[in-house]
């Protein structure tokens, strides 16, 4: 499955691309065990993102580029370049997210999904970017956002990866078992039969071969095992 997103927003002047849930039959797809949101967002005004989490689930928030600023009640965590948080939904202490007064642009990835792919987290954990261990090789840089080996610490249920293209290269995406999802952050790949460009998310129907170009950025989100699509 090939899908890209209409450019949305929720009233205010932050705007993203969601790609699922479905909102409507014409946007969104549908729902992926274990997950319940993927939103890119950018802003270059300050403005308020609120309602983060739904009950029963947990928001991973990723910054690519730029900064903002998490608050619940009266706790505020200030967020930058590379710095990611983990927040547990509390249906009365609603989390809101804030983007600054400044010219540069905040960039980052909200992942939200249910509470039984067991992150070990507190109702509310900031993880700063020397805590996601980076694997380096000669053709990409891999940042380990959250799994079972470092970043966010999970039971292997759940994973996220962004990965940057130095060189050509390629990949396995192992659909057997668990699922998978590949969003294009900058440059593009081919998947299978089909070119993925910027902004576009893949969720491969079986396991197949991923070529990547230089200079490609990937956020890659694995389910783990035992998951159902």
Known sequence: MLYQPPLSSDGGRIMFYRYFPRLKPSIGIGL???????DH????????????ASPGTSVILFML?????????????????????IVRSME?????L?????????????VEFFDHAQITARDITPVGESVMPSYESEESRETRIAGKWGGIETNGFLSISLMDYRSHSS????????????????????????????????IPDE??????RRGTRLLI???????AT
């Not at 989100?221 to 998951?227: K, V």
């Open 98 to 110: 804030t983007t600054p007064n400044r010219t540069a642009k905040s960039e980052g990835i909200i």
């Open 171 to 202: 990949f396995r995406a192992d659909k057997s078992g668990h699922n998978i999802m590949i969003l294009v952050l900058d440059g593009w790949i081919s998947c299978g039969h089909e070119n993925v460009v910027k902004d576009q998310i893949c």
């Open 65 to 85: 580029s730029g900064d903002a600023v998490l608050k619940r009640g009266s706790d505020e965590i200030s967020l930058d370049q590379g710095s990611a948080v």
């Open 221 to 227: 989100l694995s389910a783990g095992e035992n998951s």
């Open 41 to 52: 967002f950018y802003s270059d005004t300050p403005d308020l993102l609120g309602k983060l």
């Open 207 to 212: 396991t197949i071969n991923v070529d990547c």
């Open 32 to 38: 992926t065990n274990p997950f319940v949101r993927l």
């Open 92 to 96: 009365k202490d609603p989390v809101h």
